[in-house]
T-cell receptor, first 113, second 111 residues
Framework: DAGVIQSPRHEVTEMGQEVTLRCKPI?????LFWYRQTMMRGLELLIY????????DSGMPEDRFSAKMPNASFSTLKIQPSEPRDSAVYFC???????????FGPGTRLTVT | RKEVEQDPGPFNVPEGATVAFNCTYS??????FFWYRQDCRKEPKLLMS???SGNEDGRFTAQLNRASQYISLLIRDSKLSDSATYLC????????????FGTGTSLTVIP
């Protein structure tokens, strides 16, 4: 069975550029989470969706960040414009309705220079 | 105050040793508790859930103390393959659906 799929796996971009991260959750899972992980702050929840609807986006750092989930099998996290402090590993995770375990994708390692 | 706090370590222990990690949480209404394991440059994966009565899975034992709002993970007979970062996870509560991750405790098992 395919797990959570994220792309790209690595992204290097210059400050000011737009960055789009993509996630395909596990089929049948109805909750999707976007996290950011840094050494200093650990794993931070940015936003989560339930049945494609954003439920809690209080973790989104600022207006430069936006997330969408147009259907049950696809979500994007966009940063525009990107800044060096956005450098981190961004994880997407999904969870089935019937359980608490979150299944994480392999992450996107973002470097903004 | 952070929702979940862990001692970051690092813990460096010899093979065969017993090691314990603690984690405290701030929301007394939290209902679910977990330990996740994260290998270097990999994604977190569920290690075990933590139940009120305590639970054991092989060499791993998890405990929950609701009165003091902490959970613990005990690893017996440490193996080299146990080297990883262990993340404490808490949530949700009756005030929200969110899960909160600790920053992780780093363990290195030395031959």
């Amino acid at each position: 069975d395919a797990g959570v799929i994220q792309s790209p796996r690595h992204e290097v971009t210059e400050m000011g550029q737009e960055v789009t991260l993509r996630c395909k959750p596990i089929s049948g899972h109805n909750s999707l989470f976007w996290y950011r992980q840094t050494m200093m702050r650990g794993l931070e929840l940015l936003i989560y969706f339930n049945n494609n609807v954003p439920i809690d986006d209080s973790g989104m750092p600022e207006d430069r960040f936006s997330a969408k989930m147009p259907n049950a099998s696809f979500s994007t996290l966009k940063i525009q414009p990107s800044e060096p402090r956005d450098s981190a590993v961004y994880f997407c995770a999904s969870r089935p309705e019937s359980g608490y375990e979150q299944y994480f994708g392999p992450g996107t390692r973002l470097t903004v220079t | 105050r952070k929702e979940v706090e862990q001692d970051p370590g690092p813990f460096n222990v010899p093979e065969g040793a017993t090691v314990a990690f603690n984690c405290t949480y701030s929301n007394s209404a939290s209902q679910s508790f977990f330990w996740y394991r994260q290998d270097c440059r990999k994604e977190p994966k569920l290690l075990m859930s933590v139940y009120s009565s305590g639970n054991e899975d092989g060499r791993f034992t998890a405990q929950l103390n609701r009165a003091s709002q902490y959970i613990s993970l005990l690893i017996r007979d440490s193996k080299l393959s146990d080297s990883a970062t262990y993340l404490c996870v808490v949530g949700p509560s009756n005030t929200g659906n969110q899960f909160y991750f600790g920053t992780g405790t780093s363990l290195t098992v030395i031959p």
